[in-house]
DNA sequence: GCCCAGGTGGGTA
DNA sequence: TACCCACATGGG
């Protein structure tokens, strides 16, 4: 399982290059960027990200001195737009009450607290949890999204309805603990669902996993 | 017009 | 535990 694990890893770095994950100028724009991409196009976040900057500091001061409502209107395009912006009063609240307004404060070590700790935020459940361990803590947890069970169940080393967690495990069993690793490869799956898996009409001759593939769902966009 | 997107939480059995 | 559903905009 590790050798095939970490030639997928290679031949889909040899076929794209580093990622350099995430895209987000601070730590505080990975958090932002975490709960506003839940189900949604990381296209339409952009739009969002833009419009906070454009109001105010990307910073939790920043985002603080908008109201509710300018909230709301600001990240609109991002979908769910009510229910992220009173998650994102939520965090912001928490972090001033709890952290002492510091990012650093929530995401200190160990790993395991901080992880119970933003699991127990509204609307942050695991896949945001580890997105902002990994991404916005540097710490070396894996990221499990809708792409890494989609292709990785393609290839078939995953059952199609595995959970969270034992996906998780595959990875993390499997593979050596190390962030910048962790980083990449998710950021590589992303990329490669993006690019070829859920595709309409996926270009597999080009595909770097084509020899992995078994072809199975291969149009259904899944 | 229809389907989907880098999930989460609440309700029900 | 295992489903079902609401949440909402924008692009193909």
């Known amino acids: 399982m590790k050798e095939r694990l970490l030639k997928i890893y290679t031949q889909l770095f040899e076929h794209f290059g580093p990622q350099d994950w995430w895209p987000a100028n601070s730590p505080f724009e990975v958090v932002v960027g975490a709960i506003l991409t839940q189900n949604t196009r990381w296209e339409n976040v952009e739009l969002a990200i833009a419009e906070l900057r454009r109001r105010n500091d990307l910073t939790p001061k920043g985002l603080e001195a908008l109201s509710h409502s300018q909230l709301e209107e600001a990240i609109r395009p991002a979908g769910f737009f009510r ?36 699991l127990a935020l509204e609307g942050v459940g695991p896949e945001t949890a580890d997105a902002i361990l990994l991404y916005a803590g540097g710490f070396p947890t894996f990221v499990v999204d809708a792409y890494t069970r989609r292709l990785f169940s393609r290839v078939g080393l995953l059952d199609a309805d595995a959970g969270y967690d034992e996906t998780q495990a595959l990875f993390m069993q499997h593979l050596p603990s190390e962030t910048t690793f962790f980083n990449e490869y998710h950021a590589l799956i992303v990329e490669q669902c993006k690019r070829y898996c859920l595709k309409r009409k996926p270009q597999c001759a080009e595909c770097p996993l084509v020899n992995f593939c078994s072809g199975e769902d291969v149009n259904q966009g899944g």
Do not use: F, I, M, V
């Not at 992220?84 to 995401?107: F, M, P, V």
């Open 83 to 118: 229910q992220k912006a009173r998650r994102l009063h939520g965090l912001l609240d928490s972090l001033e009450t709890r952290y002492g307004g510091e990012l650093t404060q929530l995401l200190a070590p160990p790993l395991s607290r901080a992880r119970q700790d933003l």
